[in-house]
């Protein structure tokens, strides 16, 4: 089992920028990425971005490219979700997750990002 605990969400304006952290413990020599979702009121979760811990390759939705960067810190099992020139449509629970190249095996409990116009 991994436990995932994310950190950094707030209210920032729009235009503004947030670091969020997502620290791993636990079983986590199987998990091979790590990625980030949002759940905006009303809708679905989406997806973010990812990352590999091997390597690091990154991939973003169209949505948040150019804007969002994620990075991880191995030796801290920590990975990062910058996000800057934030909008209102950026509005959303934020959650980290991790998993193999397969499937995501576990979750966050999120946290709260607020943009206001």
């Known amino acids: 089992q991994v436990r995932l605990v994310e950190s950094g969400g707030g209210l920032v304006q729009a235009g503004g920028s947030l670091r969020l952290s997502c620290a791993a413990s636990g079983r986590t020599f199987g998990t091979s990425r790590m990625g980030w979702f949002r759940q905006a009121p009303g809708k679905e979760r989406e997806f973010v971005g990812r990352?590999?811990?091997?390597?690091?390759?990154?991939s973003y939705s169209d949505s948040v490219k150019g804007r969002f960067t994620i990075s991880r810190d191995s030796a801290k099992n920590t990975v990062y979700l910058e996000m800057n020139s934030l909008k209102p449509e950026d509005t959303a629970v934020y959650y980290c997750?991790?998993?193999?190249?397969?499937?995501?095996?576990?979750w966050g409990q999120g946290t709260q990002v607020t943009v206001s116009s």
């Open positions: 997750a991790s998993g193999s190249t397969l499937q995501w095996d576990s």
């Open positions: 990352i590999w811990w091997s390597g690091g390759s990154t």
